[in-house]
T-cell receptor, first 110, second 113 residues
Framework: QKEVEQNSGPLSVPEGAIASLNCTYSDRGSQSFFWYRQYSGKSPELIMS????GDKEDGRFTAQLNKASQYVSLLIRDSQPSDSATYLCAVPGSQGNLIFGKGTKLSVKP | DADVTQTPRNRITKTGKRIMLECSQTKGHDRMYWYRQDPGLGLRLIYYSFDVKDINKGEISDGYSVSRQAQAKFSLSLESAIPNQTALYFC????????????FGEGSRLTVL
């Protein structure tokens, strides 16, 4: 069974700082990786996907992938209070589904 | 209107009752999923369906059943609810195999007393 591990947090950062969220995965054969954001009481939504080693940038968000270390991270630059949410890392499962980590709760303090 | 709609949004019931959670989607997607979310346990797959004639068990299917009534409708049933089925349930859809983008409904919070 594939596994995805995340630090549950909470991770607290001041407004304007860089938030760094980390994820490790068990299956060396995983080829694609996804970050979802879930606001309290809401449903998850996809914010980033990454398929190749290295960095992928989208606005204030950067996803970083290191397949050799089986490690994927999400950096949020210039963090805002509106970024306060739980961030879920996910990889494709063998059943055509996504396997999610338990999520890291981020709190951005004004 | 939401693309993926779940009903009911909240439900309190008693042990032993039969409960049905319904999901409908307007995205035209073939793939539909039911996940449950528990604090500290994350999202876990209950059942999934790739088309109307295809139903598959997920990681935690015991105590649940599903029905795919049409491409747009996928319902989850608890035949005899028990307290440890108290959770937040999400229906999700996806359009492409392995694409990784799931579109979630707003969730159905179920409490079993």
């Amino acid at each position: 069974q594939k596994e995805v591990e995340q630090n549950s947090g909470p991770l607290s950062v001041p407004e304007g700082a860089i938030a760094s969220l980390n994820c490790t995965y068990s299956d060396r054969g995983s080829q694609s990786f996804f970050w979802y954001r879930q606001y309290s009481g809401k449903s998850p939504e996809l914010i980033m996907s990454i398929y190749s080693n290295g960095d992928k940038e989208d606005g204030r968000f950067t996803a970083q992938l290191n397949k050799a270390s089986q490690y994927v991270s999400l950096l949020i630059r210039d963090s805002q209070p509106s970024d306060s949410a739980t961030y879920l890392c996910a990889v494709p499962g063998s059943q055509g589904n996504l396997i999610f980590g338990k999520g890291t709760k981020l709190s951005v303090k004004p | 209107d939401a693309d993926v709609t779940q009903t009911p949004r909240n439900r309190i019931t008693k042990t032993g009752k039969r409960i049905m959670l319904e999901c409908s989607q307007t995205k035209g997607h073939d793939r539909m999923y039911w996940y449950r979310q528990d604090p500290g346990l994350g999202l876990r797959l209950i059942y999934y369906s790739f088309d109307v004639k295809d139903i598959n068990k997920g990681e935690i299917s015991d105590g649940y059943s599903v029905s795919r009534q049409a491409q747009a409708k996928f319902s989850l049933s608890l035949e005899s609810a028990i307290p440890n089925q108290t959770a937040l349930y999400f229906c999700a859809t996806s359009g492409l195999a392995g694409a990784g983008e799931l579109f979630f409904g707003e969730g159905s919070r179920l409490t079993v007393l």
